[in-house]
């Protein structure tokens, strides 16, 4: 009997189970399916059915399949909202849908992850979210962290890693951008140093990927001004020195300068009542607003980068906003969900996490509390439009 071959019969009956009155039923599911299933799931479930078997494990680690659950998670993007506790150098992010469960359209539940930093990179400085080191936007499902010394790059499904230190004057920025045609994220890592942009020193590009490594930029860029950009539509946009606004196409790697909308009267970034959420995506689009204390807020759009257009909007602003909220701290804009909706966010919380939805158009506002918070968490930071990644960052 050759025991090293199995006939398409047996094989067929293998995968068939008796019914109590004896029929045969059949478990087999169509490989297809069994892949639409898969990435319909949360990514944390997709990494732990990797272990199933080396057919689920190598079906689900494929481009094509990292690519189509990166497609159905932008279908369901969230909020992430990070925090910390200095007495542990912990990064501590809770993520949470943008649309609310039709069952209970005012209670949702979060997700969370904790992320521990290498203690080897930790340096002491003082940030937004207290010390060791700042964190930027989500791009595409993947986080970036800098200090004076390290990059970071972290998926929180999967991991981290940290990259080779780039050839860039100290004190630098670092720019996480994605390139939605070849299906890349790059890093701009550009000098924040007077010394350097008198000399124009020009910046580094690093490509995430295996083997790669630091490269000179093609174009030398207006130097920014502080830490501060937005990647939207698989470009990046950062404050000028001049108080302009700069944009760096992620696939061709070329610089282009923004000048500022006409009506905006605050000569120097600084001015800004929030400068570091002061650039918003708001329907795809670059949005430069000023979001003051006042009862009215004006949003700039950018109409036409090439042709230097802007269009302008007043709104009054939700909620009677006032420092003085002890319940929820002064509520920030953080963004948009890409549905007319701006997302305002406590920046402290003394009870109930909550985040507000205004709906320009309507001019209606929503609010939506969120379990899952047991603790009293301090120092928020709202990144919208976040979605789960399965790319691995080697």
């Known amino acids: 009997m050759n025991r090293g071959r199995v006939g398409k019969g047996t094989k067929r ?3 068939e189970t008796q019914k109590e009155d004896g029929t045969k039923l059949s478990s087999w599911i169509p490989l297809d ?10 990514a944390k479930s997709v990494v732990r059915f990797r272990c199933v078997s080396k057919l689920w494990s190598s079906m689900t680690s494929t481009p094509n399949f990292i690519k189509s659950f990166a497609i159905h998670s932008s279908a369901r993007p969230s909020i992430l909202s990070c925090s910390v506790k200095k007495e542990e150098g ?6 949470f849908p943008h649309q609310q469960d039709p069952k209970n359209p005012y209670t949702s539940i979060l997700d969370k992850f904790d992320m521990m930093l290498p203690k080897k990179d930790a340096c002491p400085i003082f940030s937004d979210l207290g010390y060791v080191f700042d964190v930027h936007d989500s791009i595409r499902g ?9 990059i970071i790059i972290w998926n929180p499904t999967l991991r981290h890693v940290t990259l080779p230190k780039p050839r860039v004057s100290k004190p630098w920025t670092s720019l996480l951008g994605y390139d939605p045609i070849a ?3 790059k890093v701009l890592c550009i000098s924040l140093c007077e010394d350097a942009r008198k000399h124009g020193e020009d910046p580094m590009i690093f490509t995430l990927g295996a083997k790669e490594k630091w490269r000179i930029a093609k174009t030398s860029p207006i130097h920014p001004s ?3 950009w937005r990647c939207i539509n698989g470009v990046l946009y950062y404050y000028g020195v001049d108080c302009s606004v700069v944009s760096f196409d992620v696939k061709s790697e070329k610089f282009l300068t923004i000048k500022k909308p006409e009506g905006c009267e605050c000569d120097m970034i600084d001015d800004l009542p929030n400068p570091k959420h002061s650039l918003i995506s708001y329907k795809g689009r670059l949005a430069w607003i000023y979001d003051g204390f006042s009862r009215f807020s004006r949003l700039w759009i950018l109409e036409d980068a090439e042709k230097q257009e802007w269009s302008t909007s007043e709104f009054e602003v939700p909620l009677g906003r006032s420092p003085k909220n002890v319940n929820y701290g002064y509520l920030l804009l953080c963004g948009d969900t ?3 909706e701006l997302i305002y966010a ?3 919380t003394e009870g109930e996490f909550c985040a507000f939805f205004y709906d320009l158009k309507r001019n209606i506002t929503r609010k939506v509390t969120y379990e899952g918070i047991k603790d009293r968490w301090y120092k928020y930071v709202w990144f919208p439009n976040h979605i789960e990644s399965l790319k691995s960052l080697y």
């Open 13 to 15: 009956r293998a995968m």
């Open 33 to 42: 399916v069994t892949i639409e299933i898969l990435l319909r799931l949360p």
């Open 346 to 348: 406590p920046t402290s």
């Open 226 to 228: 502080m830490k501060t």
């Open 183 to 185: 299906d890349e994220h």
């Open 142 to 150: 993947l986080i970036s962290f800098e200090n004076s010394k390290s």
């Open 338 to 340: 890409g549905d007319d």
């Open 90 to 95: 912990k990064r501590v992010f809770f993520s």
